[in-house]
């Protein structure tokens, strides 16, 4: 069936909350919430493979290592596979004083007492119920009423904190869920909520965790804002309970949702790392703590090594991390437009000359290197690229730094390589073209075998040496008023080669005493046609002799 030439007669507006008073987009985040990853439940349970015994353990070291607090570990009840994995981490001592573990478990007495006994001998652990509570649940699902539906919720309640009370060497946390909150009515999720906290009595020394699940995705996050604003101002005793998020991605904005949230009014948010999790999966934990981090707020988690974080989430979830992902995606610090390259590469250059460490580079929102990344494919080149891409990609690749006029003289040169390769051009590509354009591998003409310079009494220098022409050595030499325009005098002189110098720089390829040095020369011929040449020698001076002799193989070969 094709798509509705009528939408809204099938599906209907997501209704807002009356909540004109809002006080959440002026609000700020200044500090990080409470994070809960749920990789090892609400995303195990997503996958096609489950995790095993193996990936768990693999996991739930790289949670603690990324500095992960508050790590749900899995629903006990599931199966033999979750219960002793949960008994094996609490048997085997793997749980760390400073980390709170996390169990789910549905309203139902046995499935709260097998989520109790997997946690048999913590030292600290939370217990999760939840019950659904919106009209689709009551209705279609459970064909109850709201008072029935509550009751549920009272009834797990009580089991939960009996249970607690059978096992006192264990410091209990508890945490409940109104499971489809966001598509629930609100002062029917505050009343299951209030029902609740007044079986468990927190306390602000022991308070409840209510979590506010967004199970599916149904509106714009705004809205998510004002029912998570609206919940904090009239849910009782509100210094009693911790409000946390669970946002959906079912419409792309899980984590436009939980940051809105947060500036709600919440203080947890529960998620999964590059947002796996159910469907289109939960909001991801590493693109809303580095969003935080670019805007001057330590979110307390760690992800200097991201690639070492993707390699682990992608063997354990058998799911590759897009190339777009932010900040985790091969492609997100990558730039192939020319006119992006050009400003990056502006903007890495006053980035090195400025006196503070204000990160101000255009198109990368945050340093790669923060991540552990280098800059090499920041910028990549193809026939979308411009002279900056290619300039960028010698200078990281090979320590060249190209004069500006010569950057779009050898431009011609890759454009007509991408062309034809038609797709992306790499940097040993580039490179090859590089030395093929300026005769730096095997020069056709003239190759610079050996030489010597002397200065005569005037002050001229006299350049004599041994050049190979098309393979066969010639003993050659010339005079000027320096090394370089001796070496044009020889070139004139000997080959009938005529050129005038216009410009000339030089650099230093590296640093310390096995130094080499770059050189490049621009150059008129007698016919008026300008070229280029480069000279890269251990020896500056060297160099220089053989940035003019790649000119002469230019002015030969053209």
């Not at 009494?457 to 004599?464: N, Q």
Request: aromatic share 8%; with cysteine.
């Amino acid at each position: 069936m094709p798509m509705l030439s009528d939408p809204s007669a099938k599906y209907r507006r997501f209704q807002p909350v009356a909540l004109h008073d809002r006080t959440w987009p002026s609000a700020v985040i200044e500090q990080p919430p409470r994070w809960l990853s749920t990789d090892m439940r609400d995303g195990n349970q997503s996958l096609i493979d489950p995790m095993d015994s193996v990936k768990k353990n693999r996991f739930f070291d790289l949670l603690l290592s990324v500095g992960l607090k508050e790590i749900e570990i899995g629903f006990p009840a599931a199966g033999a596979t979750e219960f002793d994995f949960i008994q094996g981490l609490v048997r085997n001592g793997r749980i760390p004083d400073d980390v709170l573990v996390q169990v789910l478990t549905q309203s139902r007495e046995d499935l709260i007492r097998t989520s109790f006994e997997s946690l048999a001998g913590a030292r600290a652990a939370i217990v999760h119920l939840y019950n659904a509570v919106s009209p689709a649940w009551r209705d279609i699902v459970f064909r109850m009423t709201k008072d029935e539906v509550r009751e549920i919720a009272v009834t797990g309640a009580k089991i939960m904190r009996d249970e607690a009370a059978k096992r006192p060497d264990t410091d209990w946390h508890f945490q409940y869920s109104p499971e489809t909150f966001s598509t629930a009515e609100l002062d029917f999720s505050i009343a299951c909520c209030e029902a609740v906290m007044d079986v468990l009595q927190p306390t602000p020394e022991r308070p409840l965790i209510l979590n506010l699940p967004a199970t599916v995705e149904a509106s714009t996050p705004n809205i998510y804002a004002d029912q998570i604003e609206y919940f904090c101002r009239n849910i009782p005793r509100r210094d009693s309970v911790v409000v946390s998020l669970h946002t959906h991605n079912d419409r792309g904005t899980g984590v436009a949702a939980a940051e809105l949230g947060l500036m709600a009014g919440a203080d947890r948010i529960e998620g999964c790392l590059f947002g796996n999790g159910e469907r289109t999966g939960n909001c991801c934990l590493v693109t809303m703590a580095l969003n935080m981090y670019t805007q001057g707020v330590d979110p307390g988690l760690d992800f200097s090594d991201i690639d070492a974080v993707i390699e682990t989430v992608e063997y354990c979830n058998q799911i590759p991390v897009h190339q777009r992902h932010p900040y985790g995606g091969e492609l997100v610090f990558t730039a192939f437009s020319g006119s992006h390259q050009d400003a990056i590469k502006k903007g890495f250059e006053a980035h090195e000359q400025q006196n503070d460490e204000t990160w101000r580079v255009p198109y990368l929102p945050i340093d790669p290197a923060d991540l552990g990344r280098n800059y090499e494919a920041v910028i990549r080149v193809n026939s979308q690229s411009g002279k900056g891409g290619f300039a960028w990609v010698l200078e990281q690749d090979r320590g060249l730094k190209l004069p500006k006029r010569m950057q779009a003289h050898f431009s011609k040169a890759v454009q007509r390589l991408a062309d034809e390769k038609k797709q992306e051009v790499t940097a040993q590509d580039i490179w090859d073209a590089f030395r093929s354009e300026y005769h730096l591998s095997r020069p056709r003409h003239f190759h610079l075998v050996d030489y010597e310079e002397s200065r005569a009494a005037d002050g001229t220098r006299t350049f004599a040496g041994t050049i190979a022409v098309a393979g066969k050595e010639r003993s050659v030499s010339g005079r000027g008023n320096g090394l370089i325009s001796s070496v044009v005098a020889t070139l004139r002189e000997s080959f009938d080669v005529t050129l005038e110098v216009l410009d000339y720089s030089e650099h230093a390829l590296s640093k310390g005493s096995d130094a080499r040095a770059a050189a490049y020369v621009e150059c008129m011929t007698k016919d008026g046609r300008t070229i280029w040449g480069v000279g890269i020698d251990e020896d500056v001076a060297t160099a220089s002799v053989r940035a003019i002799l790649s000119a002469g193989n230019s002015a030969v070969s053209a």
